[in-house]
């Protein structure tokens, strides 16, 4: 409380000085704008104001409030003009100077009112500095605060950067698969073909003929494994199953190559509330499925499990899937982490990831996804 009483009378000195230096920096810089140093003093004005803006969120931090910090100021074209183009376009510049200007009757109006309640009214002290506070802190946030659009553009962008890095790790992956799986026997099986091609064609005998066809048979066998190697990759890329036949037969087809003991249960069940059939959009499809393998795979890995569920169903516009397994638990989204990793991709769609993992089990992983449905898509 006595942080707060500090805050309310401190309101009217700081008030006084944003007052004073709002104002004449703005109102001469407004005046002279349509001279030569009239621009360039209003975007130092309000680049000031912007600092003091700091100042104020600093001082109500120290009291107790949650005030998140705004982006820095965005400069996008280097040179003192870009500076003052920045600062002029800056919609937390202007708001500052704005809360500097109504802080000093606010101030004023604090500073009296706290100051009567200190020395004739201190048993009604609590409550007032409580409601002063309560005043101030609407003050703050509604003009020093991040808008909730700023937080929206740094929400996405954080996710467009998830949705890069996984995408890049996606690329890294196929490359490193394609060259030291299918490519290597590729390259063996060109090599046996052509020594089998030699032999056929310089040395024509009974027991070159015999080799040739060893060649030619080892060959075959690295068709087929290199083939395999394939159709594994494609499957890690986007399964032909999930393109055709939609989520219930591609989970399944997961479930099926899960090596828990006792088996997956899979149910899936997206009918819309008039009892239509529909089927999502391809990417947040893909992103369910995915994420199902991965979870299924951990829980083969490491969780020790005996069965496992996997539920997936439409809620509105939500697409809910559930994961639980029996296994010891202690499954964790730290940064690094496999989980951590899943937990981006959804976020990147405006998803929700959840992992209820306690010591000893069970595990559950729910998470939503935004449902768009293709035929709304193409429309």
């Given amino acids: 409380m006595w942080r ?3 805050q309310l009378v401190l309101n009217l000195p700081l008030g006084i000085v944003g007052f004073t230096f709002t ?23 309000l680049a000031g104001c912007r600092r003091l803006g700091a100042l104020a969120r600093a001082r109500a931090r120290s009291a107790g409030s949650v005030v998140d910090e705004p982006d820095p100021l965005r400069v996008r074209r280097p040179g003192v ?13 202007w708001r500052s100077a704005l809360y500097h200007v109504l802080l000093l009757p606010w101030g004023i109006l604090s500073f009296t009112v706290t100051v009567v309640f200190l020395l004739v009214g201190w048993p009604l002290l609590p409550w007032m500095v409580g409601f002063q506070t309560a005043i101030d802190r609407i003050l ?17 962008e954080d996710d467009r950067g998830a949705v890069v890095d996984t995408a890049a790790a996606d690329l890294r992956r196929i490359e490193r698969d394609l060259h030291d799986g299918a490519q290597a026997r590729l390259v063996a099986l060109a090599m046996d073909l052509g020594l089998a091609k030699e032999k056929l064609t310089d040395e024509p005998t009974a027991d070159t003929v015999e080799a040739a066809a060893k060649m030619v048979g080892a060959a075959h066998g690295e068709v087929k494994l290199a083939l395999q190697e394939l159709r594994d990759l494609a499957r890690g890329i986007h399964p032909a199953v999930l393109t055709d036949r939609g989520l219930d037969a591609a989970l399944s087809a997961v479930a099926a190559r899960c090596t828990v003991p006792g088996g997956v249960k899979v149910h899936v069940d997206l009918r819309a509330t008039d009892g239509s059939a529909e089927r999502p959009d391809s990417a947040v ?6 994420t199902v393998s991965e979870l299924l795979t951990n829980v083969s890995k490491h969780a020790g499990a005996r069965t496992a569920t996997v539920d997936l169903w439409r809620a509105a516009d939500r697409l809910m899937l559930l994961v639980q397994d029996d296994g010891k638990g202690g499954a964790a989204s730290y940064p690094g982490s496999g989980l951590a990793g899943l937990a981006e991709r959804i976020r990147a769609v405006d998803g929700v990831f959840l992992v209820e993992s306690p010591a000893g089990g069970p595990t559950t992983v729910t998470i939503e996804l935004p449902w768009r449905t293709r035929t709304a898509r193409r429309a």
């Fill in 4 to 6: 707060q009483v500090l």
């Fill in 23 to 45: 104002v004449a920096l703005i109102s001469v810089g407004a005046a002279l704008s349509v001279t030569v140093v009239g621009l360039p003093l209003l975007a130092l004005g």
């Fill in 81 to 93: 003009a870009g500076w003052a183009t920045a600062s002029l376009t800056d919609g937390l510049g």
């Fill in 140 to 156: 703050l946030e509604s003009l020093l605060a991040p808008t909730a659009l700023s937080e929206r553009v740094r929400e996405l």
């Fill in 285 to 290: 499809e893909g992103i369910a499925y995915f």
